[in-house]
Structure formats: C-alpha cells, structure tokens
C-alpha cells in the first residue's frame, strides 16, 4: 500500500459521537486525500490536503473536517457522526497534483454509524 | 455535473480470455485518466494511466484506449487470469471547484471463471 496505513482499520459508533481517522504515510508526499466508498457511488472526495496546514473541500465534505499539522499524517474528523457517515474511507497519497501522477490508496477504514 | 460513467456494472469472462472494460467521461477537458483495481477488502490499486495526448498505452498484460472523439476510455487485459477479479475503476482528472482533482465511476465488478 505504498507507505500508507489508517487507523483504526474498524470502528463502530453511535450517532452523535466524534470521531477522528488517521492516515499515516512514509514516502513525503505533498498530496493527501480522503475519500469515501459507498455501493452505487463509487469513490467521491471529502477532503484533501496539498501541503502542512494547506487542504480544501472535496464534492462531500459537510459533516467532515480535516488536519494536517504534519507531513506525514492527515486526519479526518466528524464532528458528530450521523448513520449516513456509515461507509468505507479511503485516505490517498500524491507526489504530484492530480493531471501528473497516480494517487496510491491505502487499506481502508470501515466505520459504522449506529 | 459532469462525471465519469461505466457501460456495464459486471463482466463474466472465462480464464484466459481477453477482458475488455470500458468507461465513459463527460467532461471534454479531462486530460488525464487512471485504471485501478479493486480486490474486496483492500485499497484501488493503480494500473495505468494514460494522458490526452495518445490514444493507446500499453503495460504488463494491459492496454488503455482513448478515443477523445467520443469520449470513451477501455482497459483490455490479456489472457485473463483468476487474480484479476476485482473491480475496475475509471478515473479521470477534472475540474471542480476551481481545482484539478479526480473523478472515479462507480466501477465494473470483473469475475474470471476457470
């Protein structure tokens, strides 16, 4: 998963919690993403982050906030998870913005709203 | 607005057969596009990419076609083997918001019989 690992890899939780997922990369990559995986949507953009302390708003980011505060790490945080959140969240890594280069996924993390 | 489509959800294939998958995109001034592969339970794996320059790339077992004319994009792997089930994503680098991301369809679910 090239560098790449999330925490925690599964997490259940109930409606109106905080919740907060980390990616964990080793390869110093300017570019971070989040996305989400859900059945008949694919995969859709949350948020994504071009460099410590520089990220912006993918096409789903209501309900979600993000953090970068170093290279390596970027965290995705719902403030008050709501059973919709309920999905599979991809974080992705890139050396190069979008147009020059591939984004390198890592495991997944399955979180269930309750 | 504009997104990136799929022509069949599911392709059945026998074990050594040409696969061929396909995509369609929407927006004409998409100029980079990436395969991935999906295996259930792990991140999309990059495959290849190819640019809106040419028409054709080659890889191990894999070639992607681009026909900007009608805005069509294939993915042909070679001599189709078990470990090649998973689900095909379509990618391409788009616009939105003021700023280049990626766009995935929702993916084609490729099961290789023996």
């Known amino acids: ?28 990559h300017r570019y ?19 460099g ?11 309900g979600y906030s993000v953090s970068r505060s170093k290279t390596e790490d970027f965290l995705l945080t719902l403030e008050s998870a709501t059973s919709s959140q309920t999905s599979v969240y991809f974080c992705a890594i890139s050396h190069n913005p979008p147009r020059y280069n591939e984004q390198f996924f890592g495991p997944g ?6 | 607005g504009e997104n990136v489509g799929l022509h069949l959800p599911t392709l059945s294939v026998q074990e050594g057969d040409n ?13 980079y596009f990436i395969w991935y592969k999906q295996e259930s339970g792990k991140g999309p794996q990059f495959i290849i990419d190819i ?5 054709k790339r ?17 993915l042909q792997i070679a001599a189709t083997q078990p470990g090649d089930s998973a689900v095909y994503f379509c990618a391409e680098n788009t616009a939105l918001s003021g700023s280049e991301k990626l766009v995935f369809g929702k993916g084609t679910k490729l099961t290789v019989n023996p």
């Open chain 1, 52 to 62: 410590v302390k520089d990220t912006d708003k993918g096409e789903v980011s209501d």
């Open chain 2, 51 to 55: 640019r809106s320059n040419m028409d």
């Open chain 2, 58 to 74: 080659q890889g191990q077992r894999v070639t992607v076609l681009l026909n900007k004319t009608v805005k069509h994009l294939s």
């Open chain 1, 32 to 50: 971070m993403y989040w996305y989400r995986q859900d059945p008949g949507h694919g995969l859709r953009l949350i948020h994504y982050s071009y």
């Open chain 2, 19 to 31: 696969s061929i998958i396909n995509c369609a995109y929407s927006n004409s001034a998409s100029d």
């Open chain 1, 109 to 114: 993390t399955r979180l269930t709203v309750l």
């Open chain 1, 1 to 28: 998963d090239a560098g790449i690992t999330q925490s925690p890899r599964h997490k259940v939780t109930e409606t109106g919690t905080p919740v907060t997922l980390r990616c964990h990369q080793t390869e110093n």
